[in-house]
């Protein structure tokens, strides 16, 4: 695998060097347009729409359109903004595993300690798991700030970005407003379905058939010469982060009296507004 981002993992003062990479990869076979004809390769072109012009990419810029006016946003515009200028993934709070609700959960990555030392990354872990959270954590990644969720996975610590709240749809269905009766024969009868399919779940038990069989397919054509030639119908067309943390014991000790601190301030202020009230 290839590291993807490189940064740091911070909580407190405490500082966890870490390489990214992409814990998912996508299996389809990749499949593209040709003319029925003569199998030439269709391609896409980025043509202007006021001149006709072919434009380069270099010359590309973005833009909102609200419907009636439209809002030109240049590369310099787009710079401006909180991007990867950040190479940290900074910790925000530690919330129990349960409340992360799985609809939330988008791309997965992993997590390697980028250190000579791990110490840093095995605690962490090791505290994720004896203390049953889950981290939420904020960072930049390809020009996006990114909500996510930071877990324990086969001893590796997996980063699961997360949507964030406006991104997820509410459920408003009518038919599930009004209350529905359901006898207790039919709820023993549906668990007893269930039970009769209940196992233990194993993903290597499942495959994906329809790109099985388009390989399939695709080998037989190969194999019966039923193919063309590529070329004459297509043509031929990491910055380091953070050091190790010195002293983590240390850093655990003033992390803890920091946040103990501010906890405390926070408990004397609401005191005093409701002393002055």
Known sequence: MR????????????????????????????????????????????????????VPYKEIDRAYDDGERTVILTKDDLKSLPSE???EIEVVEFVPSEQVDLLTLDRAYYLE????SPKAYVLLR??????????????????????????????????QTLLWADEVR?????ALEEPVRVSAKELELSAALVESFASDFDPENYVDE???????????????????????TFGEQEA???????????????????????????????????TAS
């Open 3 to 54: 590291a993807i981002w490189k940064g740091a993992l911070t909580f407190g003062l405490v500082n966890v060097p870490v390489k990214v990479y992409s814990a998912t990869e996508d299996h389809d076979v990749p499949l593209h347009q040709v003319h029925e004809k003569d199998g030439g390769r269709i391609r896409y072109q980025r043509v202007c729409e006021l001149d006709g012009e072919v």
């Open 85 to 87: 200028r950040s190479r």
């Open 113 to 116: 300690p980028d250190s000579t």
């Open 126 to 159: 090791k505290t994720l798991e004896q203390t049953e959270r889950t981290a939420i954590v904020r960072f930049s990644l390809r020009q996006k700030t990114r909500l996510a969720a930071l877990r324990v996975r086969d001893d590796v610590l997996v980063l």
């Open 170 to 174: 509410e459920a408003t269905f009518p």
């Open 210 to 232: 329809y790109q099985q069989e388009l390989r399939t397919l695709i080998e037989a054509k190969l194999e019966k010469g039923d193919a063309v030639d590529t070329v004459e």
């Open 240 to 274: 380091d982060a953070g050091g190790e943390v010195i002293d983590l014991m240390e850093a655990l000790r003033a992390s803890v009296e920091r946040s103990r601190a501010q906890r405390e301030g926070g408990t004397k202020k609401k005191a005093a507004k409701k």
